[in-house]
């Protein structure tokens, strides 16, 4: 119904709605004619019809100890809006003012790490994608992505990876990357001209293989299980930073 409508973009919900039309009908009413009208319990009903006497939007009156409501004044709704209006800017006024206050607040208790977990191959690729926003700004703002771990099994994981990390490459994202010296990542010939052009690569000894993988953005740290199919991504830059400078040491103490 259109007037309903119209009531529940005002911020009626649609029972407050209903009873203030059926009220409105009826000009002046017990509450239980208003809620038959209406199709609502009566108690609801008159819940309802108190709010509204509160809100200026009716009044009520007492006949032979019976409670009489009166909606009879639509034009007191656009008073309404206007009251909400004027209360909405009030609220974004306070809340301007105490935001530096909120935000320190935020520091003191410190952020809360965001974990999302992901399954099976279709998880691995679902992972990857989610990640574009994160590396699209790194790319900007020139932050190379860190990547440790056993990746050869991502083709055969995900064929289409080659393509990903291509456009990956030509978006500007800078990786580094070290592997086990007895990891052949680029036995794909796709893989291998991606990485003579846009990877820098360092090698471990042989002993620090591990099937696992893991990749570093600027707040974000995603951990692969290859052999279990498990993608975990972790938001918590304080961890994340951990690793980077992890992941840095070991960068400049191998050839």
């Not at 991502?154 to 990956?168: G, H, N």
């Not at 990485?195 to 993988?213: E, N, S």
Request: proline fraction near 4%.
């Amino acid at each position: 119904m259109l007037y309903e409508e119209i009531l529940i973009k005002a911020g009626f919900d649609s029972k407050e709605a209903k009873v203030y039309l059926s009220a409105l009908e009826l000009t002046s009413a017990p509450a239980s004619a208003i809620a038959q009208k209406a199709g609502i319990v009566r108690s609801t009903c008159y819940g309802i019809l108190e709010e509204l006497v509160h809100k200026g939007l009716a009044t009520k009156t007492e006949r032979s100890g019976v409670l009489w409501f009166n909606v009879d004044s639509p034009e007191r709704l656009k008073d309404y809006v206007q009251n909400q209006k004027e209360n909405l800017n009030t609220v974004e006024k306070e809340i301007g003012h105490f935001l530096p206050e909120l935000k320190k607040i935020q520091r003191q208790f410190g952020f809360k790490p965001q974990v999302e977990f992901y399954e099976g191959i279709k998880g691995v690729a679902a992972a990857m994608e989610s990640t574009i926003p994160d590396m699209k700004k790194m790319a900007k703002e020139n932050i190379p992505i860190l990547i440790n771990g056993q990746t050869a099994n991502m083709v055969e994981i995900w064929p289409d990876f080659p393509e990903f990390a291509l456009w990956r490459a030509k978006s500007g994202v800078k990786i580094k990357m070290l592997v086990s010296d007895a990891d052949n990542d680029f036995v794909d010939p796709r893989m291998a001209a991606i990485r003579d052009m846009h990877y820098k690569i360092k090698k471990l000894p042989a002993k620090y293989i591990y099937t696992a993988g893991a990749n570093l953005f600027e707040d974000k740290v995603m951990l692969l299980d290859f052999e279990q199919l498990v993608t975990i991504i972790i938001k918590n830059k304080p961890l994340v930073d951990m690793m980077r400078k992890s992941f840095e040491f070991m960068w400049d103490n191998v050839k």
